[in-house]
């Protein structure tokens, strides 16, 4: 333990150029301060009072749209990407520079990144109140095609990974939120995206263990489902119309209201081992999301 100083930012260096991740076997090469998170209690001081997001996946899209409501709220931001970078760049820019929020670049199928990630995102601005585990990968495939090496990869992105960040921000010992993006699909089972499907599934269950788990230490953790918020990049938007008959509401979920309910759960004391539904009451209707009734 130690009550020495967060290592400052290099005033000639841009911040959100700094942590391009590298590998590394061990915490040796880490300050000794950052190496030693995973027991101790928080060791890095508070900077200022108002309140800092890690959003995985935050350079595009529904973790964008986060970003920017969180933004909005007061967050200080440290803003994933692993692809995207310029895209989270421009973000940056657009949510004050550096000082508002950091840019985290790091491919979260690699377990070193994830083992890393938090305290990175920590040394950013010396405090974490809240991660967003919104980062992840659609495939549509059913269960008798899924090859071992695709679960993997789809099980480590949008299961482990998100549990890895889970467990490190828990070990900071500091209260706080975590709010995991799931799938409203999750109430139902989808045979036609097996991997994806069945990754969400757990981590909503490692949502519900890891709220009690940690409920002592006041670190807080519930899950959002949404429904059909966006087709895959550079589809339009009205190829999602012949799914919306699917949708008791009979509407589209914008990206807005995901956004909208990560800030309510990060916001709201008393909640934890929620998962909120945010599909126009997809998870109620009888058949599965594009099956026959
Ligand atoms: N879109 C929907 O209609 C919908 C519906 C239900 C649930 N959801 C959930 O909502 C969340 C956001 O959805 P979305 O459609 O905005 O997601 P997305 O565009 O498919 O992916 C979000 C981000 O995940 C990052 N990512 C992918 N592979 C990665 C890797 N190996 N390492 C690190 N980051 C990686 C990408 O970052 P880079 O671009 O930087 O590579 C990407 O921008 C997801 O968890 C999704 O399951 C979405």
């Not at 995985?56 to 933004?71: D, E, K, Q, V």
């Not at 508002?100 to 491919?107: K, N, W």
Request: aromatic fraction near 6%; charged fraction near 20%.
């Amino acid at each position: 333990m130690t009550d020495s100083p967060a290592p400052m930012r290099s005033p000639s260096r841009p911040a959100h150029r700094r942590f391009r991740f590298q590998f590394r076997t061990s915490r040796a090469w880490l300050p000794a301060q950052v190496a030693g998170l995973r027991r101790g209690p928080p060791l890095l001081p508070m900077l200022t009072s108002s309140p800092v997001a890690f959003i995985t996946g935050a350079g595009r899209r529904i973790g964008a749209a986060i970003a920017r409501t969180l933004a909005a709220a007061g967050y200080r931001l440290v803003l994933h990407c692993n692809d995207s970078r310029k895209e989270a760049e421009a973000l940056v820019d657009e949510l004050g520079g550096p000082g508002r929020a950091e840019v985290l670049q790091g491919d979260l199928t690699d377990a070193a990144f994830c083992a890393l990630a938090i305290s990175q995102a920590v040394e950013c601005f010396g405090r974490l109140d809240l991660l967003v585990n919104n980062a992840s990968r659609y495939t549509r495939l059913p269960l008798i095609d899924t090859s071992l090496d695709e679960f993997q990869r789809l099980f480590f992105l949008n299961c482990f990974a998100p549990i890895e960040l889970m467990r490190e921000f828990a070990a900071l010992g500091t209260p706080g939120c975590i709010v995991n993006l799931l799938d409203a699909r999750i109430a139902k089972i989808d045979h036609k995206a097996a991997a994806y499907h069945l990754a969400k599934q757990t981590l909503a269950e490692a949502t519900r263990m890891a709220a009690l788990a940690w409920a002592k230490q006041r670190l807080r953790v519930n899950g959002v489902a949404p429904g059909l918020v966006r087709p895959a990049e550079g589809v339009p938007l009205s190829r999602m119309a012949h799914l919306l008959p699917f949708v008791p509401l009979g509407i589209r979920t914008p990206e807005e209201q995901v956004a909208s309910a990560v800030r309510f759960l990060a916001e709201n004391d008393v909640v934890t081992g929620e998962i909120l539904y945010l599909d126009g009451g997809l998870h109620l209707a009888d058949a599965s999301i594009g099956e026959k009734q």
